[in-house]
């Protein structure tokens, strides 16, 4: 196995699981801290998370594709996050998401994240953001933008360095 878990982060997962009345509890938060550090959670990850919390593989994987914010693939740099929920979707959602599509050279009809050859940008839908009032609403990475047009997208895009 070529996945390797620097010691730093084993002992942030150490520590984690102490938290917990069982090691099973503590599988998302593991998760997440895997993720943290690797961007995602390849099969590797997924089997050693299992053997840490001594579990079958099953076990994790069923998480890992349950919960969406779960990656099961590289993501680009920045991951932007277009609300295709009905406020948005009747706010240009979908012709936003195109937009960008479009402008990255992705494939806007195909299912899934997209993301860019240089691994700089993924595109997907997400479903409500919460801010139902503002469409249509997006996020590149941990930042929220509301009442996006065409023009905001590309300035968006544009500072994306
Ligand atoms: S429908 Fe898009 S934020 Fe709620």
Same mark, same amino acid.
């Given at each position: 196995m070529s996945f390797t878990?620097? &010691?730093n982060?084993? &002992?942030?997962?150490?520590?984690?699981?102490?938290?917990?009345?069982?090691k099973r509890a503590a599988s998302l938060?593991?998760?997440?801290?895997?993720?943290e550090?690797?961007?995602?959670?390849s099969q590797e990850a997924v089997e050693w998370t299992a053997k840490k919390l001594e579990l079958?593989?099953?076990?994790?994987?069923?998480?890992?594709t349950f919960y969406p914010m779960l990656r099961q693939q590289p993501m680009g740099k920045y991951q932007i996050k277009v609300c295709r929920t009905l406020s948005c979707a009747l706010g240009g959602a979908y012709e936003l998401h195109k937009h960008f599509?479009?402008?990255?050279?992705?494939? &806007?009809?195909a299912h899934g994240p997209q993301t860019t050859k240089d691994g700089k940008f993924t595109v997907e839908f997400?479903?409500?953001?919460?801010?139902?009032?503002?469409?249509?609403?997006?996020m590149v990475n941990d930042d929220f933008h509301e009442?996006?047009?065409?023009?905001k997208a590309d300035e968006i895009v544009g500072r994306c360095k």
């Open positions: 878990v620097p &010691a982060l084993e &002992a942030e997962i150490d520590k984690l699981i102490t938290h917990y009345p069982v938060m593991v998760l997440h801290a895997i993720q550090h690797f961007g995602w959670i079958q593989p099953i076990n994790v994987y069923e998480l890992v599509c479009e402008k990255l050279g992705l494939d &806007a009809h997400v479903e409500c953001l919460a801010s139902c009032g503002t469409a249509p609403v997006m009442a996006v047009s065409h023009a």
